[in-house]
């Protein structure tokens, strides 16, 4: 830098400082504190004015400025690495019994082995938060590195998205060690998660089964600035660092000298001495958890004297001075007022309990699913009955029994419904499956309107502009009554659309766009797209895969479909059924016409070699032997190790065995060099 430049940006580089300075502060006071210093406006022009300052000046943004909270890095895959401690889990009971033992035996150990006395230790009691773990590395007070789990030793690096989680401080304040790591779980809030979850499904997706879940998907985003948005928390739980790194000599003292630093941990941690301390405190959060704001799925309690760790050792995989107890899932009774029947896509009828309002972990439960026939009938749900209703970690409930304490007298069984509740046609039940289905699927609304729905979806053909409620107006229009109607829509058809003309003319382009770009969309989504059942997004990829266009797969019989991959005889059957009906094979006839893609892109490269069976000796330049055999297979092609009759050609590297080139010349089989085999597989010139 010369000097001129020095001088000029020296202001800058003070006031990007200064604006990190104050932003870190505010953010702290913010989450650690709950106390808010300014308003959001003030505090977003500060953030703005410093994302301009190190978009003008790179070279000056540090790489822990609170503006990497807003995320924006984008991770294609995350880096695996090992951690420098590895990660044990905890050994977990369901029985206060089992904690019972373990506290007598931890007593004992110390007791008699290591002579000490019970003054001389003590356990805490903390939160089992349910969340996933992740460590985090610290180095002269910069978070350096985020790592999940994964397998305890090697775990993702996933520090882009950990830096935008609040709670995670990105510099240490005060005192701190100079290296060491912070453990701990991020959870989703259940406030967030619910608001997340009904986004989801206002966008047409499906709805995350709980925080968990959530919680691991979001910390796997590739564009950090989607996890952002999530409004995750990360509760500190341990601490730990090499041998020759001080540390406070308590667990109880870590967590504390962590919350100077800036970490957000609990204050739901207490340190006890005895076995009745233990348990009251289990009593106490087995009720109280579910008004905290986030999941817990029990308690953990540890020896608190850190240097009695070591005395008490590991088992396999689980230190001996902790455990957790996991909490019960709560049950409760109530009535079934009724029954109602919902009908699916591909015409699947799904019972739904309507149960009287009850309390249950914090929410009140109205209904729950009976899944299909069986389950009611396996369950001998009677008429009148009182359910059983569970909530886990999970946080749909389910149904789990029959309250037979309340089983009214001459109670008679559940009748299930034998036509389709939505349009009257009498339900049909294969043999072998559990539910049963309405076999209307031209003139059933739900299955009209959630097979466009399923066509358009993201994972479809991702036509986004298309939700329900316009999917809805299309069709009572008379617009669009099957996917491929949507291709034929025009301009003029749809501005002014719906009863406030909810479609304008902005809207309409960005619709026609949208539907234009779908047409780019690859085979084996166009295929997932058709909503056939029991093709999903991975039977699709592996169908597409295989038969490479939609007029092989289309001319498969049922024996070759079962042939592919995780495609089994069912599948088989319902693909072969689908294709059988002169509707359907309209239907893609007129995509095809309107320039959908019905062959994958690159099956004249995966086929390339089909039918050839090619034995591969010596060594060559391009590839290791492993990786010529891999590349013959992927262009469809068979590698074996020994010249036979039905060997296609012998490819023959250096140093190939003298045994096999005259076997090859004996049976008249053709001897190809690398570069041959090259120009077949279309790789010559690159
Ligand atoms: S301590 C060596 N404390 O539960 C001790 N773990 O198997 C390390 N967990 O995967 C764990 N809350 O992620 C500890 N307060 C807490 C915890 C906690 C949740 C998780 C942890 C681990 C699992 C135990």
Redesign the pocket.
Known sequence: MDLFSAIDTEPVRQRMEQLGAELDRLNYEYYMNDRSLVSDQQFDAMMRELQDLERQYPELASPLSPTKRVGGEVNKSFRQVQHRFP????G?TYSIEEIEDFEARTRRILNSQFSILNSQFSYTC??????V?IGLTYRHGHLVQAVT?GNGTVGDDITANAKTIPTIPLRLRGDYPDDFEA?G?VVYPFEAFNAFNEQRQAEGLDPFANPRNAASGSLKLQDSAECAKRKLLF?M??MMAPDDVPLPDTHYGRLQAASQMGFKVQPYIRECHDIGEIKAFIDYWDRARWDLPFGIDGI?I?VNQTALWDRLGLTAK??RW?I?YKFKAERVSTPLESISYQVGRTGIVTPVANLRPVSLGGTVVRRATLVNADFIADMGICVGDSLLVEKGGEIIPKVVGVDMEKRQPGAMPVQYVVRCPECGTPLVREEGEAGSYCPNADGCHPQIIGRLEHFVSRRAMNIDTLGPERLELLYSAGLVRNVADIYDLRRDQLVGLGTDATIQDRGADNLLAAIDDSRQVPFERVLFALGIRYVGEVGAKKLARHFGSMDALMAATEEELAQVDDVGTVTAHAVCQWFADAEHRAVVERLRAAGLQMQSADSAQDSLLQGLTIVVSGTFERFSRDEIKADIESHGGKATGSVTSKTSYLLAGEKTGPEKMKKAAKLGIPVITEADYLAMTQKADA
């Open positions: 990660m044990l889990s905890l977990n903390e939160l089992k938060y349910d969340g773990a789990r453990r779980e509760c739980y341990f953990v540890k689980s230190p902790a957790a």
